[in-house]
Every structure is written in structure tokens, then in C-alpha cells.
């Protein structure tokens, strides 16, 4: 299977400040990739990098095979939806439906205009009249109906209310079906893409904590519950997210590729969000083995 | 991509045509009423120089009668204001409200390359800018050709209007195309350096303002060495005789050099110098006679330099100009190519 975003040593500095450091990622094609992190931990600047609308300052980025915005027949690969969904205000649906048709020679006219009336968008509308949720579907229309190999969505659905985070992902999941689509997707909620995504990224304080298939970080994610015990006496081939200890006790979140046999240990399985959260808190907590407080100061 | 450019630049466009067409429309009214009023002054039709001095008079002596002169330094106006306007609303615009709304990272996302998607919006609306101003400046030609040919042969008193001097020129033939380029180029270029649309429109307004002012005063004089030429001052045509502190005297002779720009009109002395004083005897003594004073300065010998573009240098100096121009706007165009290429905006 070939990779649809794949870097290397990938970083973007701005001035003093590094806004993503050392991202290497190979995630596969046909997936539904969340890419999850707190507010301003670098996701836009990832997405960002990765369609072509920032240079990197360090390694490189590849999106459906080549480098991002190289040419126009790269540009047509790739649909995005950037944050906040920008629309041209002063156009009005049917403007916009035709820009997409005249700036893409792989536009599917049909398919732009059967979601307009789906959504029940009237065409002569102005953009700039159109509720947020309603921006968010034009924009995601433009994107899907050039009919790309990827779908990148730069936090679509932050600003709406639940009921349009509903209708967008549905649909979004009715594309996706359809169209053998490969979609990244950002948000700073779990909640939000744990129903729809099958492959996670979770980004914290500009570094990839973690990227791997659902269920796969599902299967090798334990929560262990045990005698309290020092962090050093652990099994080699455990490797501790997070731990908490009380007096006689310890609970650690521990990824390891082997089911935990000891009986010693009581291991859970542990839902996505707590997973999700638990690399979070990971990061931006000192941690024995790599102090990010540390590491800033040099 | 046309498609889009066309549709984001239709209703400045309508606008500016609609304009446009309002004036040309005043012009041909009063520009047809110009060129009977000339014919039935003979103007058309007259023989010998004598005879078309006398039309031309007659026509030139009707003219305040006719309202052409508002209409005249109206429209000179307007082409002087013209590429301002489109450099403030059509190029601060053009990249600054694409980076204000954030509507770059759905334009740049289609497929078409970056590259295309400046190329063609800087090609479109920097040509409709350039041809607005290239018809205004077409029109007023026609519409003022009667009066200076009338100018022309009417004789040296009304030759001070001419095409070439420092406040027509820039309203006559193919200047304002190169004003207009420019303008728009440098809106642009300042909509992407400042990403803001209102102060791009104040940066486009003050620097092309400060290039349209200081364009004639010191640099247009510099783009073909201007002719100079001595003329000998007699006290019968000195103009202008003064003492200042009983140190300085200055002696002017105005050059009139019909049809000409003239740069600049000096005092020399005989070795060539600037002449500034001191004031002869004759002329400071309280109880000279004015004849004294008069043969006093004639032995000075005193000569009127002046340096001047001639009327038949209009053209060269029209087309140096708009080169010049019209290259700066595509300096300009390049570095916006750059700047958005190298991906700085996003």
C-alpha cells in the first residue's frame, strides 16, 4: 500500500518559535486519519505544510505520491478544506460551484450539484449569508467534487453546533464510502473523530506523540493495575505512557505488543479518548526519560 | 481561472467602464462642438500663414465662451487621477483581501498553480487598467488636437500651452498607460507586503502620489539631456531688475521658447558663471540716471542660459517614459511572483 502523507524530519520555524520539530510520518492510502492535539500544538502548520500553503524549514513532505502544490496535476490529488472554511463572500453558491468548475478539469458537476440540493442550499445565495455549518458543507463540496485522492480538513467542524458536527461527519462518511477516499482530518477533540476516524495522529507541543491504525494502538494499549512498584522493575518490552501511584498501589497506561500474562498485574483495555488524553498529558508533563522543560532551555 | 478573476474584478470593472463612458460621452459633445467651432473660424479651410493666424485666434478667442476649459482640465484631471484609483482599488485588493479573508487557502487549493492564479489575475485586471487610461488620454488627444493646432498658428502668444510641458504631460499620449501599470503594480505589491487591504490602499495612494509629484520635478528633465541655449540681455528686454542689500543684483531676461519645456532659465556672466551681483555703480548710486544704470548693465555683457526640451521631443520622451514605467510595474509584478511562490504569504 502507498503512503498518502508520508515525511522526514519535517519542522517549521517561525522566527524563534518551532511551530512543528522532526515530524516523520508514513501514514497508508484508505484511511480516515485523525490528526488530534490541543489549540496550537501544530496541526495547522502540519496540514498547512502538507498542501502545499507553507514551505518546510527543515525535511520534506510528500501528499499522494509527490510534493505538495508541485504542480497543477498535484494540486487536482488533493482536496482541502482549510479552517474557518473561506468562502468568498461576496459569491454567491452557484459562483462558487462554478469556480470549482473552472479551475478543475476533474470536477464532477453532478456530484457538486446533487449535495447543494441535498443540503438544501439555495444557489443564488451569498456565501457570506450562509450559516457556519452551511459554509462548512459548501467548502467541503468544493473540495470532494474536484474529486481528489486525499481529503485534507483543517478543523471543519470546530465552530459549529452539534447537530451540524453531525450532518458534516455524516457526510463526510457517505464521501469517503463512496469515493475510496483517503481523508486527514484535524480536530482538537477526541470525541469528535473517534466515530470516524481509523487511524490517529496525536500531535502535542509541535512533536508526533503517536501515529498508528485504531485498532491497533486499541490492541497494544493496557491499562495495568497493579502492586505499587518502582518504574525501573517493569518488563522491558513495556513501555509506560503514564502512571499514578497511591500508597500501595500503581495504574499505568503501558503499550506493549504482548498480552500482559503476569497475574501479578490486572490489564484493561482502554478507550481511544483516555488513550488519546493519556499521550497528551504525557507530553506536556516531564517525563523521567525526555524533559521537554529541559530540552527547551538548551 | 479567467473565469474567477473575471468574476471578482466584474463589478470594478463596470464601474470604471461605466465612468469612463460618462466622460467620453461629455467629451464628444463638446469635442464635436470644438472642431465646428474651428471650421467656422476657418481654421479648417484657411491659406497662407497669415490667414490661419487670424482663424486660429478667432477660434483660440472664443474658447472661454464654449465651457472647454473645465472640460479640459476636468478630464486632465481624471487621467491624472486615474491610475491612483485603479492602483488603490484594483491593486491593493488583488492579493490583500485574498490574505485578509483567508479565501487564499481556498484559491490556491484548486488546480491551478500559484503561478497561473497571479499571471492571470496581474494580466487581466493590470491590462484593463492600462487600456482605461490608454483610452482616456486616446480621447482627450482628439478632443484637444484643434486647440493646439490653433496654438500652433496662432503665433508665440498662445504657444505656453504645449503638450510637452511639466502639466500636460503626463495626461498626453501614451504616458498614463505607463502611470496606470505602475500604479496598479505597486497596489499589488503592497497588498502582499502588507496583507491588509485599507493600509495597502493608504501605501499605494502616499507612494504613488510622492512618484507622481517628484516624477516631473526632478527626474523627467534627466531622461533626455535637455538643449541649452544662450541668449544676449539687453536693457531693452530684461524683465526683472533688482538690488538686494546693495550686495546682490539680479537681472532677468525670460526666455520665451514657443512650443518648448523649459527646464530652467539662468543669468550667466561672460565667463559663464552664475550672476548674482554685485550691483553695478550706476544702478546703486542714488542720483544715476536710469540711462546710466541701463549702459552700466549692458557692459556686463550679461547673458539669459536656458536649458529646454524642445516640442518635437515630445514623443521620445513619452515613450522613454511609459518604457520606463511600464518596466518598474513588471519589476514589481516579479517580486510579487517571488514573494508568493516562495510561499512567505501563507
Known amino acids: 500500500m502507498t503512503a498518502v502523507l508520508e515525511s522526514s524530519g519535517l519542522g517549521k520555524r517561525y522566527r524563534q518559535r518551532w511551530a512543528l520539530r522532526d515530524c516523520t510520518l508514513s501514514v497508508p492510502s484508505g484511511h480516515v486519519v485523525g490528526l488530534v492535539g490541543p489549540n496550537g500544538a501544530g496541526k ?15 525535511g520534506s513532505v510528500e501528499i499522494a505520491g509527490d510534493r505538495p502544490a508541485s504542480s497543477s496535476a498535484q494540486l487536482a490529488k488533493v482536496g482541502f478544506v482549510a479552517q474557518d472554511t473561506p468562502t468568498y463572500s461576496g459569491l454567491s453558491v452557484a459562483d462558487h460551484l462554478r469556480l470549482g468548475r473552472h479551475m ?7 456530484l457538486a450539484e446533487r449535495r447543494i440540493s441535498q443540503l438544501g442550499l439555495d444557489p443564488a445565495q451569498k456565501a457570506g449569508k450562509l450559516s457556519g455549518g452551511q459554509r462548512a458543507q459548501l467548502a467541503l463540496t468544493l473540495a470532494i467534487a474536484k474529486r481528489p485522492a486525499v481529503l485534507i480538513l483543517d478543523e471543519p467542524i470546530a465552530s ?45 507541543a509541535s512533536r508526533v506523540q503517536v501515529a498508528d491504525e485504531v485498532d491497533e494502538l486499541l490492541n497494544t494499549h493496557r491499562q495495568v493495575t497493579g502492586p505499587r ?13 503514564s502512571a499514578s501511584h497511591t500508597d500501595r498501589q500503581s495504574t499505568m497506561l503501558v503499550r506493549t505488543p504482548v498480552p500482559v500474562t503476569d497475574p501479578a498485574w490486572t490489564a484493561d483495555p482502554i478507550g481511544l479518548e483516555d488513550l488519546v488524553l493519556s499521550y497528551m498529558s504525557k507530553a506536556v508533563r516531564p517525563s523521567p526519560d525526555s524533559s521537554p522543560a529541559l530540552e527547551a532551555q538548551r | 481561472m479567467m473565469w474567477l478573476t473575471w468574476r471578482q474584478f466584474r463589478a470594478q470593472g463596470i464601474v470604471a467602464a461605466a465612468l469612463a463612458v460618462a466622460l467620453g460621452v461629455v467629451l464628444l459633445i463638446t469635442g464635436l462642438n470644438l472642431a465646428h467651432l474651428n471650421s467656422d473660424s476657418g481654421g479648417a479651410t484657411c491659406h497662407g500663414a497669415r490667414a490661419c493666424a487670424t482663424a486660429a485666434n478667432a477660434f483660440i478667442n472664443q474658447l472661454p465662451g464654449t465651457g472647454s476649459v473645465p472640460v479640459f482640465f476636468g478630464t486632465i484631471a481624471v487621467i491624472y487621477l486615474a491610475p491612483a484609483l485603479m492602483g488603490i482599488f484594483w491593486g491593493a485588493p488583488l492579493v490583500a483581501r485574498e490574505l485578509e479573508t483567508g479565501t487564499f487557502r481556498l484559491a490556491w487549493n484548486q488546480s491551478v498553480s500559484r503561478a497561473r492564479w497571479l499571471v492571470v489575475k496581474l494580466g487581466v485586471v493590470g491590462l484593463a487598467a492600462m487600456a482605461t487610461a490608454g483610452l482616456l488620454s486616446l480621447f482627450l488627444g482628439w478632443w484637444e488636437s484643434p486647440i493646439f493646432r490653433a496654438a500652433a498658428l496662432a503665433g508665440s502668444d498662445s504657444a505656453a500651452v504645449t503638450r510637452i510641458s511639466p502639466q500636460l504631460f503626463g495626461a498626453q499620449g501614451i504616458a498614463p498607460i505607463g502611470y496606470a501599470a505602475f500604479a496598479f503594480a505597486l497596489g499589488v505589491t503592497a497588498g502582499a507586503l ?10 499605494t495612494l502616499a ?33 526683472e531688475l533688482a538690488i538686494i542689500n546693495n550686495t546682490q543684483m539680479i537681472v532677468r531676461h525670460d526666455v520665451e521658447k514657443p512650443g518648448a519645456w523649459v527646464v530652467s532659465d539662468q543669468t550667466v556672466s561672460p565667463s559663464g558663471h552664475l550672476f548674482s551681483g554685485p550691483p553695478t555703480h550706476a544702478c546703486l548710486s542714488a542720483n544715476a540716471s536710469p540711462n546710466a544704470c541701463n549702459a552700466s548693465i549692458a557692459a556686463l555683457h550679461l547673458r539669459a542660459l ?9 514623443w521620445p520622451l513619452q515613450w522613454t517614459e511609459t518604457g520606463i514605467f511600464v518596466v518598474l510595474a513588471m519589476a514589481l509584478a516579479a517580486f510579487c511572483a517571488w514573494r508568493i511562490g516562495k510561499r512567505r504569504l501563507a
Open chain 2, 306 to 314: 536656458i536649458s529646454y526640451e524642445p516640442a518635437s521631443r515630445f
Open chain 1, 229 to 241: 512498584t518502582d518504574l525501573s522493575a517493569l518488563p522491558a518490552d513495556w513501555q509506560v505512557i
Open chain 1, 104 to 110: 478543475n478539469p476533474g470536477w464532477d458537476a453532478k
Open chain 1, 44 to 58: 495547522t502548520t502540519l496540514l498547512s505544510l502538507a498542501v502545499g500553503l507553507l514551505q518546510p524549514t527543515t
Open chain 2, 207 to 239: 507612494a504613488f502620489g510622492l512618484v507622481q509629484a517628484a516624477w516631473p520635478l526632478w527626474i523627467r528633465s534627466h531622461l533626455i539631456t535637455p538643449l541649452r541655449e544662450y541668449f544676449a540681455i539687453t536693457p531693452a528686454n530684461v524683465n
Open chain 1, 160 to 204: 459549529l453546533d452539534p447537530l451540524a458536527r453531525r450532518e458534516f461527519l455524516q457526510i463526510l462518511m457517505e464521501v469517503t464510502a463512496e469515493q475510496e477516499l483517503s481523508v486527514v482530518m484535524s480536530s482538537h477533540l477526541v470525541s469528535d473523530l473517534e466515530r470516524v476516524c481509523d487511524y490517529m495522529i496525536v500531535l502535542v
Open chain 2, 194 to 203: 502588507i496583507r491588509r487591504t485599507i493600509p495597502a490602499m493608504a501605501v
